[in-house]
């Protein structure tokens, strides 16, 4: 851009820049558009409508109060409330595997078990058939056998509404209800992680699902109680309520006959490290197994620990071994460590302990009918030699207890199982989930009026937030402008000055939590503004001010996933660049946002969004622009287009979008924004914005959009928006 005065370059330079950032056409009359400049290619290629649905880290700009809820921020949620008469009671999870891998959930019921896939409960198991394969085929391959098939195959041509053998044939999947095998209470889940295998405990014998049938160790264990199941390798360790066993190489072996008539065994744990066994042995104590590497190849090598050895309880309800060696027992009233060298005990008062586990980040969960509390333990060397770091707070660690209060729908918690960034529970209520947020960072680009070719003309941001737990989540951003570079000619004829105007605004938001459905959230944002510095022969125009953010965010208004979210941004002082008698305000904007999810299944999510933004600047009668304090209102009522509140309208500007997401992997997005036309400018805006995104599991997430102009004005035509996020 070349200009004979600095004063109509910056001008030039400012009318351009109104056509990228994508705000009101009554921009005009404020200063450092910067802030009014959104950042985030998925809510930009939405239509800029992200208000109302702030799920990832550029929440700090479209909505603070967003960072108070997930995926942003810690989160509890009721996965599966209890199915009917049959409560779930135990809990067994699959890891993640690679990018694009998803967590499973075994749960068991009276007489059922649930599967958690892809965001879904199925309390069924769905094949296709194979060419030439029938119905009773796949039935027969299912349940393991001919018995009874005939009764069962009527409950299944019912259950997939088969009426007729014409509709048989047809049919092409089949989904086998885990009903129809599991005719008694469930006691005990586990997942085989080597071989994918499932295997169900129940009150009369023991089964396991291999993918696509069911075997039931009838004659191996006979109809014993099953109390857990733990895999080590390609070894399968059994505790029932007669006897321990061991099943290797289809080989099931009974162990833990020294203990005489006390064959209650409870509980189970392994360490890897030591290669030991530890099993609660009801009645008796904890004993710890060091087992012979085959039979008949040496001997097992027993301890058994009880009262007199330090142990809270000889009644033990679960075991676990740590990543320090550590043996924990839970007991009713509290837990018992084996520091290797000896117990130590935490009692609980007035408080009955139902489960015990550790996660993956050194953490104890412990269920109990007041709630579940997570124990981060202060340690020290197995043999109590040196003091190690890796413990919080005081020598008895720290502890963080979760409720009814603040997150919990039932502080009744029975069973509680942690699986990478999530924890689940079985409580009174149901399933419940606990979703522990990443840290999020996320950067952003974006080439300004490509149709005018101007060096140095570009849009950066960067992004980032935090979760606190129990407090919320603080975040924060930086928003970058380049304006290109711009040239003053001088009349004298001396030689011509180039220089590139900027402005940088740097945000710290804080989003928490007013009630289970709303949230609240405030940005305090910095920001300087660069026109022309160091140009030879006239003054610098620069500024530098603050302005403050304040967001809401309601969640499930009237029906399920639907949200609204208010945001008034940039509340702040007037500016100015040289002369402070003629100061401008900054854009303080009003944003309004509604988002629905009307389908979202295990493969498929649909989101619909809206959103209506305007500029709130109020020039009274004298001349004056107003503080922001009374144009925030003042504009509503005395449009600088009209008369009323209709013509305020009309100052703003429209953006909806849809968004597919397809197995949480891929995502389309389409958008339209509509900016009114008033103030002698007949066409307005109208541009339409495309958009895809890529999410590589929960560690990346690339989102790239692009604008296409409806109308004669054509200067964003062909912009590009692109944007990362890194979870960590």
Request: charged share 20%; glycine share 10%; hydrophobic share 40%.
């Amino acid at each position: 851009m070349t200009s004979p005065t600095g004063a109509r370059c910056l001008r030039t330079s400012i009318e351009l820049l109104l056509l990228a950032a994508g705000i009101s056409w009554s921009a005009a009359n404020t200063a450092v558009i910067t802030l009014a400049m959104p950042i985030g290619a998925r809510q930009m290629s939405m239509g800029e409508s992200g208000t109302a649905l702030p799920e990832d880290a550029f929440a700090v700009w479209w909505n603070p109060a967003g960072l108070a809820v997930g995926p942003v921020a810690d989160e509890w949620s009721l996965s599966l409330p209890h199915p009917g008469d049959s409560p779930v009671r135990n809990l067994s999870t699959k890891e993640k595997r690679g990018f694009l891998g998803s967590a499973e959930v075994w749960a068991g019921a009276d007489k059922d078990l649930w599967h958690f896939k892809d965001n879904t409960w199925r309390n069924w198991w769905e094949v296709s058939l194979e060419e030439g394969q029938t119905l009773r085929g796949a039935l027969k391959r299912f349940v393991g056998g001919e018995e009874g098939i005939d009764t069962l195959l009527v409950r299944l041509r019912k259950y997939n509404g088969v009426a007729t053998a014409a509709e048989e044939e047809e049919l092409t999947d089949v989904r086998l209800p885990w009903s129809l095998v599991l005719k008694d209470s469930v006691t005990a889940v586990h997942y085989e992680a080597g071989s994918d295998r499932v295997w169900v405990g129940t009150d009369r014998g023991l089964w396991r699902f291999d993918g696509a049938g069911w075997k039931k160790y009838a004659t191996e264990l006979g109809e014993r109680r099953i109390n857990q199941i733990l895999s080590v390798g390609a070894t399968v360790w059994i505790a029932t309520d007669d006897g321990l066993f061991r099943f290797r190489r289809s080989v099931m072996t009974r162990k833990g006959t020294v203990f005489g008539a006390q064959q209650k065994f409870t509980a189970l744990a392994w360490s890897e490290s030591r290669r030991e066994l530890w099993a609660a042995v009801d009645g008796a104590g904890v004993a710890r197994l060091q087992p012979a590497p085959e039979e008949g190849d040496g001997k097992d090598r027993w301890a058994l620990f009880g009262s007199g050895d330090g142990l809270l309880s000889t009644r033990t309800k679960k075991l676990v071994v740590d990543d320090h060696d550590h043996v924990w027992a839970l007991h009713e009233t509290g837990l018992s460590r084996f520091t290797q060298l000896r117990w130590e005990q935490t009692q609980f008062e007035q408080t009955v302990l139902s489960d015990l586990s550790a996660d993956s980040r050194g953490n104890l969960w412990i269920a109990s009918d007041q709630g579940v509390w997570k124990h981060k333990p202060a340690y020290r060397t197995a043999l109590d030699k040196k003091s190690e770091t890796d413990g919080e707070g005081s020598g008895q660690g720290k502890w963080t207890h979760y409720h009814r209060g603040n997150g919990l729908a039932s502080a009744d918690v029975k069973a509680v199982e942690p699986r990478g960034d999530d924890v689940w529970l079985i409580t009174a209520a149901g399933v419940e989930r606990f979703h522990q947020a990443r840290n999020q960072v996320g950067l952003f680009y974006e080439n300004l009026l490509p149709r005018f070719n101007i060096d140095n003309l570009y849009h950066l941001g960067a992004v980032g937030t935090f979760p606190l737990g129990d407090w919320g989540t603080i975040g924060g951003f930086v928003n970058f402008v380049s304006f290109g570079e711009a040239t003053i000619e001088s009349d004298n004829g001396a030689a011509a000055q180039t220089f590139n105007s900027t402005e940088i605004v740097a945000g710290v938001s804080y989003g928490t939590r007013l009630t289970r459905r709303q949230s609240l959230g405030v940005s305090f944002q910095f920001l300087y503004s660069d026109l022309t510095s160091g140009v030879a022969g006239q003054e610098d125009a620069t500024t530098a001010s603050y302005a403050v953010s304040v967001g809401w965010l309601m969640r499930d208004i009237f029906i399920p996933r639907l949200s609204a979210g208010v945001v008034v941004a940039n509340m702040g002082p007037d500016v100015y660049y040289v002369d402070k008698s003629q100061s401008d305000p900054i854009p303080l904007t009003w944003r309004f946002g509604l988002a629905w999810v009307p389908i979202q299944l295990a493969d498929h999510r649909l989101s619909v969004t809206a959103d209506y933004s305007r500029e709130s600047v109020h020039i009274g009668k004298d001349g004056e622009v107003d503080p922001f304090y009374v144009a925030m209102w003042s504009s509503w009522f005395d449009p600088e287009s009209g008369s009323g509140p209709a013509d305020a309208f009309q100052e703003g500007q429209v953006g909806f979008g849809v968004e597919y997401i397809y197995s949480n992997t891929l995502a389309l997005r389409l958008g339209y924004l509509h900016d009114y036309p008033f103030s002698g400018i007949e066409t307005g805006r109208r541009e339409l914005d495309m958009g895809v995104g890529l999410m590589i599991s929960d560690l990346w997430q690339l989102d790239v959009a692009m604008i296409k102009e409806l109308n004669a004005n054509d200067a964003r035509d062909g912009q590009a928006r692109i944007s990362m996020i890194f979870k960590f």
